[in-house]
């Protein structure tokens, strides 16, 4: 069974940096590729950007909002994907999940992590 | 702003259907196949209901149906329970990116 576990969110200052991470089992880094979504209290989902497997060499795509703020890595030995994340600001509050993917769908879900910046 | 258009809420009687739209354009909706609607209720993650316009992953009831028209998509909920009450959420394959709709509540009354 695929199971996604996130943690490291927290409060921080605008400015600062956070680093998430997922933790997953039930599958191997390089057969299904991993997205991290956010949702802003109270509102919608968002993208933040997809790792690809190994036969795509583990690219990276993010969305406009993050893209040169945000960076996603893996390390296979711990079975942890990364959403490292610097500069927040109010903007980038909210729950951080991260999902497998597959044919444009989120298909399995991590509980979430809470992020949150304040001066 | 969302990607993609969703009305903000959605209203049905148990045993009633109710049908939810998603617009889009040519650059997601209208582009690709690759559809998708998710449930969320209140506290918890989403859960992914339908993929690729109409495929329902295994366990999701056979009351939840998808399709697609050009550049809107549509989620029908036949059969009204209580615990279909929930925040629905669209999303579309666009390129390098995906995107989401605003959400719609479903009430159930």
């Known amino acids: 069974e695929v199971q996604l576990v996130e943690s490291g969110g927290g409060l921080v200052k605008p400015g600062e940096s956070l680093r998430l991470s997922c933790a997953y089992s039930g599958f191997r880094f390089g057969e299904l590729w991993m997205t991290w979504v956010r949702q802003a209290p109270g509102k919608g989902l968002e993208w933040v950007g997809r790792i690809r497997d190994k036969p795509n060499r583990g690219a990276t795509d993010y969305a406009a909002p993050v893209k040169g703020r945000f960076t996603m890595s893996l390390d296979e030995s711990k079975n942890t994907l990364f959403l490292q994340m610097n500069r927040l600001t109010v903007d980038d509050i909210g729950i951080y999940f991260c999902?497998?993917?597959?044919?444009?769908?989120?298909?399995?879900w991590g509980p979430g992590t809470l992020v949150a910046v304040s001066s | 702003q969302s990607a993609l258009t969703q009305p903000p809420s959605a209203s049905g009687s148990p045993g009633q259907s109710v049908t939810i739209s998603c617009s889009g354009t040519s650059s997601d909706i209208g582009g690709y196949n690759f559809v998708s609607w998710y449930q969320q209720h209140p506290g918890k993650a989403p859960k992914l209901i339908i993929s690729e316009v109409d495929k329902r992953p295994s366990g999701v009831p056979d009351r939840f149906s998808g399709s697609k028209s050009v550049n809107t998509a549509s989620l029908t909920v036949s059969g009204l329970q209580a615990e279909d009450e929930a925040d629905y959420y669209c999303s579309s394959y666009a390129g390098y990116k995906l995107v989401f709709g605003g959400g719609t509540k479903v009430t159930v009354l």
């Open positions: 999902t497998t993917y597959t044919s444009g769908a989120c298909l399995v």
